[in-house]
Structure formats: C-alpha cells, structure tokens
C-alpha cells in the first residue's frame, strides 16, 4: 500500500474505523501507511451505509464522532458541520483529560481485530483481499455482540 510511517523500506497499512458508542463496527476502509489520516475519516464516513432496525427511516449519519488528535483539522471539522455531525475532536496540544473514556469502545474493538490471525500481521499483498478480510471480522463481531450482548 504504501511505506510505513515507521519502517520506511517496508510497505504498511493502516486501519480506519467508525464504530457506534458500544464498538459495534460500522464502516471500515483501508489505507496506505502513508496516508495522512483526515483524507481517510473522509472516505470512512462517506463509505457508511445507512443502519436499519428500529422502526422509521434508518439513520444515514452518526450524531456525533469522537476522533483522537490526529483528526485535528478546520476542513474536516467544516465538512462535519455541513454534514449535521457534531464533532468532538481535540487540537494539537490540548491536554484535555476524559477522551480516553469516550474513545475506549473503538480501542477495543481495534483490539477485536487484531485476534484475527490475517489482520493483525498483513500477509497478503493484494488490498482488496485484505480489505475484504476486515470487512468479515468485522462483521463476525457484529454477529459475536448480537448474539452474546459482547465480543470475547
């Protein structure tokens, strides 16, 4: 995909995320290592499909979303704005304290991820093979917390 940002002589990727507040995933997109990560939140949130089960027109968008500091850009919170979301994200160099609480639902859903075998440590070259492999985990967690309330 592209050199990551830690080993440049190797090629990596990155995983993106957009979670509802229990961890159930609700879109995810892959990236080069390389990619600045406002360019994903983009794609991520445009990705979303609408979510059906309560009664009514099933929602299109998330209320609100909580990002790290990393999201840290006007542009991005200017397109979250026009798009009806409120954002919750901090500026480089705010020492806020109590994100860590709000951001813990998508960290351990991360962590979900990572018990799969294939994603934790990318053996394929091909994206869409891999892109695919985290759409099923992901999907198998949905499956793993609607049945059993949670995800071992």
């Known amino acids: 995909?592209?050199?990551?940002p830690v080993d440049r002589g190797r090629s990596g990727s990155k995983h993106h995320l957009l979670t509802d507040g229990h961890g159930v995933p609700l879109s995810?997109?892959?990236t080069?290592?390389?990619t600045h990560d406002i360019r994903a939140a983009v794609a991520t949130i445009v990705d979303l499909k609408p979510v059906r089960g309560k009664r009514g027109r099933p929602k299109s968008r998330p209320a609100q979303l909580?990002?790290?500091?990393a999201y840290d850009d006007q542009a991005l919170r200017d397109l979250l704005s026009w798009l009806g979301i409120k954002?919750?994200?901090p500026r480089r160099g705010d020492s806020r304290?109590?994100?860590g609480k709000q951001r813990w639902p998508i960290e351990r859903t991360f962590a979900w991820l990572k018990q799969f075998r294939r994603l934790r440590t990318r053996w394929n070259k091909r994206a869409d093979i891999h892109h695919a492999l985290l759409q099923l985990a992901s999907a198998i967690i949905c499956y793993r917390i609607h049945t059993n309330g949670f995800c071992p």
């Open 87 to 89: 954002s919750d994200i």
């Open 1 to 4: 995909m592209g050199p990551s």
């Open 66 to 69: 909580i990002a790290d500091k």
């Open 28 to 30: 995810v997109t892959i």
């Open 32 to 34: 080069a290592g390389n």
């Open 97 to 99: 304290r109590g994100l």
